[in-house]
């Protein structure tokens, strides 16, 4: 991709109304835009992120055996009524009426897929049910001040499981909190299991996943050791207090929640009779999990843990491109970049070549803001069949024959 | 994918409460499934055909130097007031108040991509500007009876183009129309580009891309040489007219309509001050132009064209699978079955295994109702090795060396 043609450049004017790092450095970047507090658009450098986000989250949802669906954002208000939420959870939800019908915008789905579930599978043989779906979440924040980490609209997969015990319950969650480590280190995030309370979901303690930043909205007391989590909400113990297994104090952090998963059990299947008929023809309430994580959250988290005082620091598995190609406009030298784009462009390399008529100062600013892992530059002094590679993440560069430029990135 | 899996299996019965074939068929095979009228969840059946419908239309739009972004759904009302639609459609848009804020849902998105586009480029050598994104349109429906054709809540690429002159916005247009006409041949529609009202959107004609059908709710003209074709409602000739180019008497048919593109010109770029500078420096109210394909309506059209007695019969490019493999229960040939499976899915080809226990003819019909456009069947009769190869559109069977199949299916 040419940067003379992407739509959403680079900004030096740091946004007024903005106090999150990661909403300053998205906006700055070129990677969202703001429409209002808490919703932002994906401009097409902020959408090639989240789709690989996106497409990690899709490989290890798959790998636990889940299947892709789409349901939708509009729900009537009787499957509201079904569970009570309509009520409990008004202040979350938005609700309106047209004409004479009344409606909710989805600010989670368990209603709408136990609605689905309830309708399509009966007996227990056709049971896990493990069903997933990338789609758009609306909840009311009356303060939306953390950019992406805290929408009134934003993007998450919602993994829903349904089964015929709780101990099949308890196996799968535990198979999905392993794959969300999973996730979150192919992403780049360092995330802690910790325990928590449910919010509007429910009463029972569940699990979220944390990544510890100063940025972050929520508190939690943990062991260094890593064999105790609490978020400070339902914390049991003391910052300081000796871990049991020898590990030393335990800390109290701020941290930026990426992921939850809840056992809700059978408390919305008895209310929505969604019920599964066992070996002797019995029918029973079914067992749900619920499992989200935040698209858009994610991105802002990577964004809070890997940047400097010069831009975004992307992972390569989510970075938006694989390298920068900056071409030093030296008279003669056209062809060259133009050889170094399209042998990278062939040999599978997903390239931003920044083609402007501006100082290599300025192109050399913009790599850093923009926080592509590698950047690559082409110019007279380089020599021509030659890159100059740099990783964002230090300041050494090294001249290298083009061919093994695209052997390194494209393995 | 095994199909004893699959969330989501055929069903015997028809829907009650549903006239429109594309809905019963949908239903029945296990493709979608109705939360209320005018709004379908994407069962992993369905999901996999829009997938397929959006990947080819990415690739067009991609190919005329569009850029995919995604913008969101929940506006705030001083948007929508900025170009007076608040008023003017507030019958088709839903709106709603929570807390002292006032939002309306996305029925479409020109104010938004204008907003972007006023906050991003100024210049007019920063233009054209071409964004597209997939997402997500709500409509207030009164009558919503034409299942996935018309829709409450549905899926929909959008394209916006931005230029600084009508000759410039009037070249991509066309550009556009043909895009769209190799869309449409794509993914098996024969689409007519029919001149049209503009309804709620525009008072200038636009153009709508049309699909002859019984089930279409709009009514066209049109010469049957292809030199003309008019939407009913601004129809200017009559039915039997004679052609002005020899072709013979203008028909009369129904139509169902997949795609519409329009000119807006400068009307709502001069409300929303979205202006370039041009070469002299003077400021200048830019050219819209807007361009949809409804993904959801766009499989219910093909549904609607492409189906029998017995079920749907899908193009291959748009098919959830590329082969439906159906194993004969008998005795034996239970590794036989599974050869095929794995040699075919390691040949690239998508198969849908029916791994169930029951009978031929169940499976048989089952194939049919679905539409994959290739049945393989594996049993002691057809021999070690080999497959009997039936398309949906014959009734005629072969038998092939898996290897030919693999080879025919992954080419």
């Not at 999150?20 to 902020?46: E, H, I, Q, T, W």
Request: glycine residues 8%.
């Amino acid at each position: 991709m040419r940067y003379s043609q992407l739509f959403g450049k680079t900004s030096r004017q740091v946004p007024k109304d903005e106090t999150a790092v990661n909403a300053k450095l998205l906006l700055r970047g070129g990677f969202v835009d703001k429409l209002m507090a808490g919703s932002y658009s994906l401009m097409p450098l902020g959408l090639r992120v989240v789709k690989k986000i996106e497409q990690i989250i899709r490989e290890e949802m798959n790998a636990t055996g889940a299947q892709e669906i789409l349901m939708p954002l509009l729900h009537p208000k009787s499957i509201w009524n079904e569970t009570g939420r309509w009520e409990t959870a008004r202040e979350v939800m938005y609700q309106f009426k047209k004409g004479d019908r009344e409606y909710a915008l989805s600010f989670t789905h368990e209603e709408i897929l136990l609605d689905l579930v309830r309708k399509h599978v009966q007996t227990y043989h056709e049971f896990p049910v493990k069903l997933y779906h990338f789609s758009t979440k609306f909840r009311n924040e009356p303060r939306a001040k953390s950019g992406v980490l805290r929408g009134r609209e934003f993007l998450m997969k919602d993994l829903y499981s349904v089964h015929t015990s709780q101990e099949d319950l308890d196996k799968y969650y535990e198979e999905v909190a392993d794959a969300y480590i999973t996730v979150f280190e192919r992403i780049g995030l360092k995330a802690l299991k910790v325990e928590a309370a449910g919010g509007v979901f429910t009463k029972e303690h569940t699990h979220e996943f944390q990544v510890l930043s100063e940025a972050g909205e929520d508190e939690i007391i943990y062991c260094p050791g890593g064999d105790f989590a609490q978020n400070t909400e339902i914390a049991t113990v003391k910052e300081g207090k000796q871990c049991d297994l020898g590990h030393g104090p335990l800390l109290k952090v701020k941290a930026i929640e990426v992921g939850n998963i809840f056992r809700f059990g059978t408390v919305y299947s008895e209310k929505m009779n969604v019920m599964f008929a066992d070996r002797g023809g019995t029918r029973k309430p079914a067992f749900l999990g619920s499992y989200g994580i935040g698209l858009t959250r994610a991105m802002g988290a990577i964004v809070e843990i890997y940047h400097d005082e010069r831009g975004i620091i992307w992972p390569a598995a989510v970075s938006p491109f694989d390298a920068h190609l900056v071409h030093v406009e030296d008279s003669g030298t056209e062809p060259w970049v133009k050889e170094a784009y399209d042998k990278l462009t062939k040999g599978g390399v997903e390239v931003l070549w920044d083609d402007r008529q501006v100082s290599a100062g300025e192109k050399f600013a913009d790599c850093d803001l923009i926080g592509i892992p590698v950047r690559l530059v082409v110019s007279k002094k380089v020599g021509e069949g030659k890159v100059e590679w740099k990783e964002r993440t230090s300041d050494k560069t090294t001249i290298v024959d083009l061919a093994t430029a695209v052997k390194k990135l494209s393995s």
